[in-house]
C-alpha cells in the first residue's frame, strides 16, 4: 500500500492485497454499502486470499442481519466450494435460522465487524485471547510497524493497526512521517473522524506539532 497522501485520487490499487486493505477500510466506513461487500467477497476468492474469504462474507451476513435472504444465498453458494467444511456449516446454519442467535460469536480472519446478535460465550482461561495470539504472530512475523499494521488491516482487526501505529508516533522523539502516514491512510479510508480527533489531541497534549498531511485530513474529516 503506497503513501496515500500523494495518491489521494489515484485509481484502485493493482496489487491484491493492497486492494483488498482498501476495500476492508471501505467496508468500514460504509457498512451498509452492499456492493463494496460484494467486491470484497469477489476480491477474497483470489487464491492469495482465501483465508479471508469467511471473513468477508461473516461481514456481508452482519451487515444484511435477518433480510436479504436471497442475497446472501446467493454468495454463499457462489463461495461454498472455497469454505471448509465447518465455516460452510456456519453459514448453512445462519441462512437456515435466518439469524446467528445460536451461533457462538466468533470473527473469521478478515472479518472487521462485529455481531451484536450471536451467542456470546464465555472463554476458558487457559484459552487465549485473539489480541494475545495476534500480538504474538506479528511480534515472530514482522519486524516494523508498517508491516504489522498493515497485517492487522487485512485480517480486519483495525483498531489493532492504528494502536501500533499511534504507539510508535507518541513514544519516539523525532518525527515519524511514514507512519503517520500509514497511521493518517486508514483515518481517511475508514472515515475514522472519532479516532482521527482522539490522536490529534494525544499530539497536540505530547507537545507533537501537527503537520500539514495531519492538517489536510482534519479539513477533510469535516465531511464525514
Known amino acids: 500500500m503506497t503513501s496515500f497522501i500523494s495518491n489521494l485520487n489515484s485509481t484502485t490499487p493493482k496489487d491484491p492485497l493492497d486492494k483488498w486493505r482498501l476495500l476492508t477500510l471501505t467496508v468500514r466506513a460504509n457498512p451498509k454499502e452492499l ?21 468477508a462474507l461473516q461481514d456481508f451476513f452482519i ?15 457462489l463461495t461454498s466450494p472455497l469454505l471448509s467444511v465447518s465455516n460452510r456449516a456456519y453459514f448453512k446454519q445462519w441462512l437456515e435460522e435466518g439469524t446467528d442467535n445460536n451461533l457462538e460469536c466468533i470473527r ?48 480486519g482487526s483495525i483498531e489493532h493497526g492504528q494502536t501500533l501505529l499511534k504507539h510508535q508516533i507518541l513514544s519516539k522523539k523525532r518525527k515519524q512521517p511514514l507512519i503517520e502516514q500509514e497511521l493518517l491512510g486508514i483515518y481517511y479510508h475508514s472515515q475514522n473522524k472519532e479516532a482521527l480527533d482522539a490522536m490529534t489531541e494525544s499530539l497536540l497534549k505530547a507537545v507533537k506539532p501537527l503537520s500539514t498531511d495531519w492538517k489536510k485530513i482534519q479539513s477533510i474529516a469535516k465531511k464525514w
Open 35 to 55: 456492493t463494496i461487500h460484494t467486491q470484497r467477497i469477489m476480491q477474497a476468492m483470489d487464491i492469495h486470499l482465501q483465508p479471508y474469504l469467511s471473513g
Open 63 to 77: 451487515t444484511l442481519k435477518a433480510t436479504g435472504r436471497p442475497v446472501k444465498e446467493k454468495m454463499f453458494n
Open 108 to 155: 473469521y480472519p478478515g472479518a472487521t465487524l462485529i455481531s451484536d446478535t450471536c451467542r456470546k460465550v464465555t472463554l476458558d482461561n487457559e484459552k487465549e485471547d485473539e489480541t494475545t495470539i495476534l500480538k504474538t504472530f506479528l511480534n515472530e512475523n514482522y519486524n516494523n510497524p508498517i508491516d504489522q499494521a498493515r497485517y492487522c488491516i487485512a485480517y
